[in-house]
């Protein structure tokens, strides 16, 4: 094993060797592709923006409002509306692509840079997270766990550049609880569907409509629990920087030009903002991450798997046994 | 019937402040945890890493009911009084 890993190593140090030619040559695309990520990575966001600007009602003052409707597509049931959230939340996920394949660009064995170090600290942190909450068997859970945090993460952050945070829209957050709650349900009925529906008569065979809403409460208590929290910290940042252009307004209003611009509102806003929009947000995405984990790994207990692998192992032997007799 | 509508209002907006009574239960909860969760990092700070992230989750789940109280309350705000006044308005004329 060592041996192997030292001749990759001495293998990989002479090809960087004889590799270093044709990468000065390619340099400049490089950097033209780098370029091109970046603007990848920072364009979706300037769009939002562009868009919520052009859109936005001429109104003065500071209002609590929900998410405006950009679009609406007459179906026949239903019209279906494109709000200010969905449009957001489709510009982060453009981010994090676009941050991922800048990241992974040009990986080496050896001769690794900055970038690659960056992204294996990432995936080496989550893989280990994952690994140490779900257990091995649920290893392959990593990159699902790992993009779901980053979505909330980032999308709650992105109030911090002005655009209405995706995730204090229900209707998103909600859209991810349903997803959670499908993969709760797929990992129960691993176990076997009947042993799953027999689980719902578990205790005694009279709480079985309370272990029915107990079933769906965790989609709802998961949607409320991250909507209520982001949601509370626009609620409170509103407020806030409404009562200080209030103040500013009775405090430096009596100077002719100076007292117009309300001047309270610069700066102070941003240090309450650590909390509710930086800690918060960042927060919720991990107790989110963390929830989903937890769901998913107690849904298929590992006695439940071990006694279903031994079951397979012997069914598989028993078969074997009698290959062999005929 | 403006008095009629005064009354709707002014419920929503009491009703929505006693909704936000239920945040003295989640708080005392996650300060028990937190606490708890203090004195078992002052008698293995080794072990505080997993201790705070667990401390956590339980807080999250703690939270819940505030959360809903919360959610109740902004619906009463900024919901609940357009819809009852419509009701309201189409029952009277």
Redesign the interface.
Known sequence: MNESVTADMSTGANTAKTEQTPTRKRSKKDLLIDILLCAGMILPLLFAIVLKVLNRPAADGIE?TGAMIYLTVNLPLQPLYITEAQVNSWAVMATIFFLCLFLTRNLKVRGTGKRQIVAETVVKSCDKLVRENMGDRFASFAPFVAAIMALSALSSLSSLIGLYPPTSDINIVAGWAILVFILITRAKMQGGVLNYLKGFTQPVPFLTPFNILSEFATPI?MT??H???I??GV?ISTLLASALQWLSGLVLGWIPVFGSVPWLQIGLPAIFSIYFDVLSGV??A??FA??TM?YVCTGFSEEDYNARMAKRAARRAAKAAKAQEK | MEIAIAIVLGCCALGAGIAMIAGIGPAIGEGYAVGQALTAIARQPESKGSVT?TM??GC??A??TG??A??IA?LLI?VAPNTFVGIMQRALG
């Open positions: 609590i208590s409320f629990r909507f209520g929290n949601l509370s609620v927060l919720q991990f107790i963390m929830l937890m | 992230s956590f989750v999250a789940v939270e819940t959360i809903y919360l959610v902004i900024f």
